[in-house]
């Protein structure tokens, strides 16, 4: 038994957490002991930290398990080439049967590698004789481990096809894995396989038929050896050289005999099977064809070609589609992740025909074939299924239910019955709902934007006991959720903790999937955690590298990531992102801002009518303080006394350009230009509003009692002081700044997309970024959607006066002074 202590910075800002980590090492594995380096904690921050014990078990007999991808990718061999050297094919092909079934198991040893969080003590040590209570306990604990183990196996051929099981009309169009059959016995298929090469080219095409359904009853232990067996590659040699010969229904018995074995997705007799398929489309009919496409999924084979052909069947006879066929359809257009636009928009009058028919898991398979696809899917549409599953939700199954969320997600669907009663229905299933589900369930909370407590809480709770089911993406997609809504649980150092390692023990995984470490570290950014291990790990030029190699635009998360921290962690000392990138992405993100974001109209007419209220535009700047957040600031310097402050010299210089070119640039024309048409207001009146506050420079200050209670406003004009030291018809922006204290202003022009769905709580990002603009001195100043976007249809003097009352804000100018 060897203890180490390691300190690690973990995981917010000033807070540390001691790991004690006890880890058992056999003796006959005959290794050193690796060192173990200590790192001391930054000391600037003088409060006591909070620290924790926790005991890591057994990490050397950590597990990953590797699943093969479901779909392999066929050779294309073509069927005269296939018998030619079908013998050597199969053969080549059969020996490599063994290592494509075998579940491959890789133990980890790499120090990161820890193993699951669970217990908080360290396992007893076996004694030879232990009280029949304690049997009884481990006997129930190994009972509810394998029970939970049980619970979270996911399938992800098998769980899709639940849905097939609620009408006996599916046996005809697809594959029945719980159908009956006589097992037989080892004697018959010696016999049959004894035959085989003693009448080889003389059986009949009924005869190999029959032959192959009799051999894939064979008991399944038997099945691999079948497919190295000399006899069976000669059957199926005669099954491809005869190939025509077969009626349909024979060979689709021979490709369900193919499923039963499991051979090979890249076997020879597959591919003279599927090009044989191809050419007989035609002649088939519906039933048979989703069939076939049935089996071609079960034996996990690509089949481009021929499921091109069959929605080509199916965009001429979609029409006549029964219930069972339409919902097949759409099952294999989800599994062949090929979406055809225009049989998609036909079939979404068929969900309308049929919705109210469909059984709750049917609809939960339309909607998972509809996301597979990335078919897009009308509003209309999308709101009437939801309102099917908002009435029945309770009797639906949560599999179900998570297949509809993953398409509301994908579609953006605020549907708030659905939503709420997600809220009512959804907290008690969580703590038997696998993982991946309950991920998905947090990911479209998220994605919409909708905060509910009690889903998040009842997450929170489950999540630590099931955290080393996650793969990188799950724990990737909890840290992002709960980062995004902003949503920090009862048991937040358990839960931030469990993620934070199981990202560590996932680290391998970041290699291929490097845009679920960047997503987890934003989750975690947003909430002011910043783990120090996996960020230096994330802003390295190998991983940077990674990152640009992506089929993801991923380095505006990094752009993110690394200013963060520049910001927030003063005392970190890992890799930093290059100069270079920070250029680069800030000139991107800039470009996009001024053609998306610079000119939206609540914006426009703020900066307007800022510029008019405090003396022209070297007053206030329209850009982003800080481009990592992608979001605008109005820029306002004011005095400690609360007068203006001009600085922005590149934005007067371009207006007094304009000006000297004979442009007079009045509100009606900017509004003329931006929205395409004129103010409501007389040309003369906007004139003489816009030039009201330079003519009250001479003016003294409003004093700031007066503002007590809300915007004041004087005759017809606001009142504006002018800065100290400046003289009428100077350019206020060069006049020296004569205080050398002031506030720096960010005000925030917010909308509906930097909150959550129907509420004033704030998104992650933008307390990031609210957050990170206070550390650097400024003050926040908000101008709320629910008061800015009212106002923007009254008249001028009420939102000058609204503004007014803003920018100086007595409680502010108090505050600051």
Same mark, same amino acid.
């Given at each position: 038994?060897?203890?180490?202590?390691?300190?690690?910075?973990?995981?917010?800002?000033?807070?540390?957490?001691?790991?004690?980590?006890?880890?058992?090492?056999?003796?006959?594995?005959?290794?050193?002991?690796?060192?173990?380096?200590?790192?001391?904690?930054?000391?600037?921050?003088?409060?006591?930290?909070?620290?924790?014990?926790?005991?890591?078990?057994?990490?050397?007999?950590?597990?990953?398990?590797?699943?093969?991808?479901?779909?392999?990718?066929?050779?294309?061999?073509?069927?005269?080439?296939?018998?030619?050297?079908?013998?050597?094919?199969?053969?080549?092909?059969?020996?490599?049967?063994?290592?494509?079934?075998?579940?491959?198991?890789?133990?980890?040893?790499?120090?990161?590698?820890?193993?699951?969080?669970?217990?908080?003590?360290?396992?007893?040590?076996?004694?030879?004789?232990?009280?029949?209570?304690?049997?009884?306990?481990?006997?129930?604990?190994?009972?509810?481990?394998?029970?939970?183990?049980?619970?979270?196996?996911?399938?992800?051929?098998?769980?899709?096809?639940?849905?097939?099981?609620?009408?006996?009309?599916?046996?005809?169009?697809?594959?029945?894995?719980?159908?009956?059959?006589?097992?037989?016995?080892?004697?018959?298929?010696?016999?049959?396989?004894?035959?085989?090469?003693?009448?080889?080219?003389?059986?009949?095409?009924?005869?190999?038929?029959?032959?192959?359904?009799?051999?894939?009853?064979?008991?399944?232990?038997?099945?691999?050896?079948?497919?190295?067996?000399?006899?069976?590659?000669?059957?199926?040699?005669?099954?491809?050289?005869?190939?025509?010969?077969?009626?349909?229904?024979?060979?689709?018995?021979?490709?369900?005999?193919?499923?039963?074995?499991?051979?090979?997705?890249?076997?020879?007799?597959?591919?003279?099977?599927?090009?044989?398929?191809?050419?007989?489309?035609?002649?088939?009919?519906?039933?048979?064809?989703?069939?076939?496409?049935?089996?071609?999924?079960?034996?996990?084979?690509?089949?481009?070609?021929?499921?091109?052909?069959?929605?080509?069947?199916?965009?001429?006879?979609?029409?006549?589609?029964?219930?069972?066929?339409?919902?097949?359809?759409?099952?294999?257009?989800?599994?062949?992740?090929?979406?055809?636009?225009?049989?998609?928009?036909?079939?979404?009058?068929?969900?309308?025909?049929?919705?109210?028919?469909?059984?709750?898991?049917?609809?939960?398979?339309?909607?998972?074939?509809?996301?597979?696809?990335?078919?897009?899917?009308?509003?209309?549409?999308?709101?009437?299924?939801?309102?099917?599953?908002?009435?029945?939700?309770?009797?639906?199954?949560?599999?179900?239910?998570?297949?509809?969320?993953?398409?509301?997600?994908?579609?953006?669907?605020?549907?708030?019955?659905?939503?709420?009663?997600?809220?009512?229905?959804?907290?008690?299933?969580?703590?038997?709902?696998?993982?991946?589900?309950?991920?998905?369930?947090?990911?479209?909370?998220?994605?919409?934007?909708?905060?509910?407590?009690?889903?998040?809480?009842?997450?929170?709770?489950?999540?630590?006991?099931?955290?080393?089911?996650?793969?990188?993406?799950?724990?990737?997609?909890?840290?992002?959720?709960?980062?995004?809504?902003?949503?920090?649980?009862?048991?937040?150092?358990?839960?931030?903790?469990?993620?934070?390692?199981?990202?560590?023990?996932?680290?391998?995984?970041?290699?291929?999937?490097?845009?679920?470490?960047?997503?987890?570290?934003?989750?975690?950014?947003?909430?002011?955690?910043?783990?120090?291990?996996?960020?230096?790990?994330?802003?390295?030029?190998?991983?940077?590298?990674?990152?640009?190699?992506?089929?993801?635009?991923?380095?505006?998360?990094?752009?993110?990531?690394?200013?963060?921290?520049?910001?927030?962690?003063?005392?970190?000392?890992?890799?930093?992102?290059?100069?270079?990138?920070?250029?680069?992405?800030?000139?991107?993100?800039?470009?996009?801002?001024?053609?998306?974001?610079?000119?939206?109209?609540?914006?426009?007419?703020?900066?307007?009518?800022?510029?008019?209220?405090?003396?022209?535009?070297?007053?206030?700047?329209?850009?982003?303080?800080?481009?990592?957040?992608?979001?605008?600031?109005?820029?306002?310097?004011?005095?400690?006394?609360?007068?203006?402050?001009?600085?922005?010299?590149?934005?007067?210089?371009?207006?007094?350009?304009?000006?000297?070119? =004979?442009?007079?640039?009045?509100?009606?024309?900017?509004?003329?230009?931006?929205?395409?048409?004129?103010?409501?207001?007389?040309?003369?009146?906007?004139?003489?509003?816009?030039?009201?506050?330079?003519?009250?420079?001479?003016?003294?200050?409003?004093?700031?009692?007066?503002?007590?209670?809300?915007?004041?406003?004087?005759?017809?004009?606001?009142?504006?002081?002018?800065?100290?030291?400046?003289?009428?018809?100077?350019?206020?922006?060069?006049?020296?700044?004569?205080?050398?204290? =002031?506030?720096?202003?960010?005000?925030?022009?917010?909308?509906?997309?930097?909150?959550?769905?129907?509420?004033?709580?704030?998104?992650?990002?933008?307390?990031?970024?609210?957050?990170?603009?206070?550390?650097?001195?400024?003050?926040?100043?908000?101008?709320?959607?629910?008061?800015?976007?009212?106002?923007?249809?009254?008249?001028?003097?009420?939102?000058?006066?609204?503004?007014?009352?803003?920018?100086?804000?007595?409680?502010?100018?108090?505050?600051?002074?």
């Amino acid at each position: 038994m060897a203890t180490v202590l390691i300190r690690r910075r973990f995981p917010r800002l000033s807070r540390v957490t001691t790991f004690l980590t006890t880890a058992k090492f056999k003796a006959e594995s005959g290794s050193n002991e690796s060192k173990q380096e200590e790192e001391n904690p930054e000391t600037s921050n003088s409060r006591p930290e909070s620290t924790a014990t926790i005991q890591l078990l057994d990490p050397l007999d950590y597990r990953v398990l590797y699943n093969p991808s479901a779909y392999a990718k066929s050779r294309a061999a073509s069927q005269q080439n296939a018998a030619r050297s079908c013998s050597q094919a199969l053969t080549d092909d059969s020996t490599s049967t063994g290592t494509s079934q075998v579940q491959h198991t890789f133990t980890a040893t790499s120090a990161q590698a820890l193993p699951p969080v669970r217990n908080a003590l360290p396992k007893p040590k076996p004694h030879l004789i232990q009280p029949i209570p304690a049997q009884l306990s481990a006997a129930q604990t190994m009972k509810k481990e394998i029970e939970m183990e049980k619970a979270e196996m996911h399938d992800s051929k098998e769980d899709p096809r639940v849905f097939q099981q609620g009408r006996p009309e599916y046996k005809s169009l697809s594959y029945d894995k719980f159908e009956p059959i006589e097992t037989l016995s080892l004697e018959e298929g010696d016999l049959i396989l004894h035959s085989i090469p003693i009448s080889k080219g003389s059986h009949s095409p009924g005869t190999v038929t029959d032959y192959f359904c009799k051999l894939s009853c064979l008991p399944v232990e038997r099945h691999a050896g079948l497919m190295v067996d000399p006899r069976f590659n000669t059957l199926c040699c005669c099954a491809i050289e005869n190939i025509q010969s077969f009626s349909t229904s024979e060979l689709t018995d021979i490709l369900k005999a193919c499923v039963r074995l499991v051979v090979p997705p890249t076997h020879p007799v597959l591919n003279a099977c599927e090009s044989e398929f191809c050419r007989r489309v035609w002649d088939m009919n519906l039933d048979q064809l989703l069939l076939v496409a049935d089996c071609w999924r079960c034996l996990g084979r690509s089949v481009p070609s021929y499921l091109s052909i069959l929605f080509s069947y199916a965009n001429m006879h979609w029409t006549e589609l029964t219930l069972p066929q339409f919902v097949q359809l759409v099952y294999i257009i989800g599994e062949g992740r090929k979406s055809p636009a225009d049989l998609m928009q036909k079939l979404e009058s068929v969900i309308l025909k049929y919705l109210d028919s469909c059984t709750l898991e049917e609809v939960g398979a339309i909607c998972l074939g509809l996301f597979k696809s990335v078919s897009g899917i009308s509003d209309h549409v999308m709101r009437k299924i939801a309102d099917r599953v908002s009435l029945e939700m309770e009797d639906m199954g949560t599999y179900a239910l998570v297949n509809v969320l993953k398409m509301l997600r994908y579609t953006r669907m605020d549907h708030l019955p659905l939503l709420r009663k997600l809220g009512k229905v959804v907290p008690a299933r969580i703590p038997t709902t696998n993982i991946q589900g309950i991920m998905h369930i947090t990911l479209s909370c998220s994605s919409l934007h909708y905060y509910d407590e009690g889903i998040l809480a009842a997450v929170a709770a489950s999540l630590p006991s099931k955290v080393s089911y996650c793969r990188s993406k799950d724990a990737a997609k909890f840290l992002w959720s709960f980062g995004c809504l902003d949503y920090e649980p009862p048991n937040e150092e358990e839960f931030y903790s469990s993620l934070i390692e199981q990202m560590l023990r996932k680290r391998h995984e970041f290699e291929k999937f490097p845009e679920h470490l960047l997503t987890g570290l934003l989750g975690l950014a947003f909430v002011k955690r910043f783990p120090e291990e996996l960020i230096d790990y994330a802003l390295r030029d190998e991983f940077v590298h990674k990152v640009r190699g992506s089929k993801y635009e991923l380095r505006k998360d990094l752009f993110t990531l690394g200013k963060s921290v520049e910001i927030e962690c003063p005392g970190y000392r890992g890799s930093r992102l290059s100069p270079h990138l920070y250029e680069e992405m800030t000139e991107i993100v800039l470009n996009f801002a001024e053609q998306e974001i610079f000119v939206r109209p609540e914006i426009v007419e703020a900066v307007s009518l800022l510029k008019s209220m405090l003396g022209g535009p070297e007053y206030v700047k329209n850009h982003m303080i800080l481009p990592h957040t992608r979001s605008s600031d109005l820029e306002v310097h004011l005095a400690m006394d609360g007068h203006p402050i001009p600085f922005n010299s590149s934005d007067a210089v371009a207006d007094k350009k304009l000006k000297d070119i =004979g442009v007079s640039l009045t509100d009606d024309l900017m509004a003329q230009l931006i929205k395409g048409k004129s103010n409501s207001q007389s040309s003369a009146e906007v004139e003489t509003e816009a030039a009201a506050p330079r003519q009250e420079w001479n003016k003294a200050p409003t004093p700031r009692a007066s503002f007590v209670g809300g915007p004041v406003t004087t005759g017809t004009r606001l009142q504006v002081a002018a800065p100290s030291g400046s003289c009428p018809g100077a350019s206020p922006s060069l006049v020296p700044l004569q205080q050398p204290q =002031g506030i720096r202003l960010a005000i925030q022009v917010s909308n509906r997309n930097h909150y959550c769905y129907l509420s004033k709580r704030l998104l992650g990002l933008h307390c990031l970024k609210r957050r990170q603009l206070k550390q650097l001195g400024y003050v926040v100043v908000e101008l709320p959607f629910w008061e800015w976007f009212p106002l923007l249809k009254r008249t001028r003097l009420e939102k000058l006066s609204y503004l007014h009352y803003k920018v100086f804000n007595p409680v502010l100018l108090s505050k600051a002074g």
